[in-house]
């Protein structure tokens, strides 16, 4: 954190230069994993910063400004997921076991190198996002829950469904390694 | 939680992907531009015609109108290497746009490739970049909302250019530049649009 930052004064154009060296691997893993899609992922750190610049005013400085757009870019990650694959986070309401991702979707994970997390690719978007958003970017079943307007129960069933799969997967996997 | 399961997520925490590098460029390019911008609308407005610059401004849409005529002619297959002068890389969308979204694109490409064309040195930018900005994002949600992903892609990467024709301390090779790129992309959608159009009266 700069001199200025610490006085109280908005992070300037350098500030958010240095955060970009530094953190933008994290911002963009975060978006990654929650919407599966490089370009998705790109876009939402993108609009993070524009949406973190115009209001950082706004900013405390009890915070770190990279956890601040760190935040803000899971929330326009989320935000573009629901734009672009609409009815996404409907499947929360019907609380019922959801399939695997598509074939569209599969191909998009060879992005994601490891067999842990193509292991992600076994859950449905609503589990995986709850699971990434519940145990990998630390919310509350609550926050969760106001986020996608629904109760904590069903947020925490998606995320129950998602480590059940998550442990099979492991499971396969240590077999496959015997 | 089983130990298992808790090394399972630390490592799915811990776990990293970079951004290719011509991404991270772009985040650093918003940055500049948005303060670009700021900087430009903290500025008051400059008063008064300046006969030098508009026969200048006049001049160089002439020079840029023949470009892009000879562009035209030229075909439609190819970039010519010369238009790269930016990171900035807009796909070019394969998919078919529902009729009433495309008639709103044409309307938007059509308009903001003449206002752009028309800016000089002179010329206040920011208010018109920051009109065509909003007009492009509503397009960009109608075109998500509509399933045309490739469309909303391409709004959203002409959108780094059209921010940075709106920085302050653009030189006039920077600013012929800009025009040239955001006019070219323009085309190559219009043409899309005017083909597409043209297919589906001919199959109906």
């Known amino acids: 954190m700069t001199e200025a930052m610490k006085a109280g004064v908005p992070p300037s154009k350098a500030d958010f230069h240095r955060v970009i060296e530094a ?35 706004q900013f405390r400085h ?30 929360l309401e019907t609380d019922v076991e959801s399939g695997e991702s598509g074939p569209e979707q599969r191909l998009r994970d060879h992005e994601l190198q490891s067999e842990l997390a193509a292991n992600l690719g076994r859950l449905s978007d609503i589990e995986r996002i709850c699971f990434v958003l519940k145990h990998l970017e630390q919310w509350r079943a609550r926050e969760i829950a106001e986020e ?27 077999r496959a390694q015997v | 939680m089983t130990k298992n399961t808790d090394e399972m997520i630390a490592v799915l925490r811990d776990e990293t992907y970079s951004p ?36 200048i401004g006049i001049a160089v849409t002439a020079a840029l109108a023949l470009g892009i ?25 394969q998919e078919d746009v529902p009729a009433a979204l495309a008639r709103g694109l044409q309307l938007h490409f059509r ?42 892609r391409v709004l959203r990467a002409i959108e780094p250019i059209l921010l940075r024709l709106a920085a302050e301390n653009l030189s006039d090779g920077e600013l012929a530049d800009l ?10 959608m219009l043409t899309k649009l005017a083909r597409q159009s043209s297919d589906d009266t001919q199959t109906t």
């Open chain 1, 23 to 57: 953190r933008s691997d994290r911002w963009y893993s975060a978006c990654l994993k929650i919407t599966r899609d490089p370009d998705l992922a790109a876009d939402a750190v993108q609009d993070a910063l524009l949406s973190a610049w115009n209001k950082r005013d």
């Open chain 1, 148 to 174: 996608f307007g629904t109760n904590e129960g069903r947020v925490k069933q998606a995320v129950f469904r998602a480590v059940r799969k998550l442990q099979a997967g492991m499971r396969d996997l240590q």
């Open chain 1, 62 to 91: 009890t915070a770190r400004l990279d956890t601040w757009i760190h935040r803000i870019a899971v929330n326009a990650a989320l935000n573009l997921l629901r734009k672009a694959r609409p009815g996404t986070f409907e499947a």
């Open chain 2, 69 to 93: 005529g000879i562009g035209f002619i030229m075909g439609d297959t190819g970039r010519p290497d010369e238009q790269a002068t930016t990171v900035v890389v807009v796909p070019v969308p």
């Open chain 2, 111 to 152: 308009d903001s490739r003449a206002q752009i064309l028309a800016l000089d040195e002179s010329s206040d930018r920011s208010d018109l970049v920051w009109r065509i900005v909003e007009d492009n994002r509503i397009l960009e949600s109608a075109a998500t909302r509509d399933q045309a992903p490739q469309i909303a």
């Open chain 2, 20 to 55: 290719p590098p011509h991404v991270r460029a772009r985040w650093h390019e918003a940055i500049d531009e948005a303060a670009a911008i700021e900087q430009h609308r903290k500025r008051p407005a400059r008063r008064g015609w300046h006969p030098a610059s508009f026969f």
């Open chain 2, 179 to 188: 025009q040239t790129q955001l006019a070219f992309e323009m085309n190559v």
